[in-house]
């Protein structure tokens, strides 16, 4: 048996074992907005619900533990007592892992992973219009357990408002647990889907994806291209620049022959399957080749 105390490690080792340990986790899409108005949206899978009488939510918007700083959801709590919670499903994992991107403050991440925001109905941050169920919620209470880095901070929410797709319910009127087709994270990369099993997602956090605002119109407006696809096309750095178009194309005649076509719907189909293989670099090479 592998035994230790957790002063045996760094944080972030730590951490790491923990998150392997505790999960698969529920996600807490968390959508907030500063004292100006300013949206903000992003993840966490420190989430659970903790009562139905009141209906109460807490998630935990951690201190980073490489340099002890706050995350904007977590300082537009403190100012605005109000967030909504928006369940992912699997139509969105992509999209919801590029909004955990660090972007910088005030850059709105519903316009960068591609999302719509919708207007809720009793408190001001906006809701994820694609997400099956959405939960409108007051915050409070906030109990910070630490003050360094990777020290927890747990949002008290009572939900005021849900909002529930009727495509995900059954007969009775209750959720479909096999149409809501729920995710959730477990350690490193890697995250469940509820009705088949696990997936890797490669986090975002390293490098700051272009999102899906700077994409191309015929590509965000894609027929073809789902919200998935899009946000492994925006969580890329940069787009390629024309030389390694040319070179692409040079060495995959067939994609060649087929931009010639220029029959957009298939040039799409082909992109797809490049980010089925997780191979955005080429797909975007592709995709802007036509």
């Known amino acids: 048996m592998f035994s230790f105390e957790p002063k045996d490690f760094t944080v972030g080792k730590l951490h790491q074992y923990l998150l392997g340990a505790v999960g698969p986790r529920p996600i807490a899409f968390a959508s907030t907005i500063d004292e100006d108005g300013n949206p903000n949206l992003s993840p966490f899978s420190f989430f659970n619900v903790f009562g139905a009488n009141p209906p109460v939510l807490i998630f935990s918007p951690a201190r980073r533990g490489r340099d002890n700083t706050t995350k904007h959801t977590f300082e537009n709590a403190k100012k605005v007592d109000e967030v909504v919670i928006n369940i992912v499903n699997y139509d969105i994992v992509q999209q919801m892992s590029l909004s955990s991107t660090e972007y910088a403050e005030g850059v709105n991440e519903f316009e960068k992973s591609g999302l719509t925001m919708l207007k809720s109905d ?9 997400s099956p169920v959405q939960m409108e919620c007051k915050i409070k ?17 009572h939900v005021v408002k849900m909002h529930i797709k009727e495509e995900i319910l059954d007969e009775n009127g209750y959720i479909d647990q096999h149409k809501i087709d729920q995710v959730a994270r477990m350690g490193g990369n890697w995250y469940t889907r509820a009705i088949s099993g696990m997936f890797e997602v490669p986090k975002p956090l390293s490098t700051l994806g272009i999102g899906v605002d700077a994409m191309p119109a015929n590509v965000k407006n894609s027929s073809i291209l789902t919200g ?16 390694s178009i040319e070179e692409f194309l040079k060495n995959n005649p067939e994609d060649a022959d087929l931009v010639k076509t220029g029959d957009t719907e298939k040039i799409h189909k082909k992109a797809q399957l490049y980010l089925e293989e997780d191979k955005p670099e080429d797909a975007w090479k592709l995709l802007l080749a036509n």
């Open 228 to 243: 998935n696809d899009l946000g492994k096309l925006g969580n890329v750095e940069s787009l390629p620049e024309n030389g």
């Open 122 to 130: 009793l408190v001001k941050p906006f809701r994820v219009a694609e």
């Open 141 to 157: 209470e906030i109990i910070e357990t630490g003050t360094e880095g990777g020290a927890g901070n747990l949002v008290i929410c």
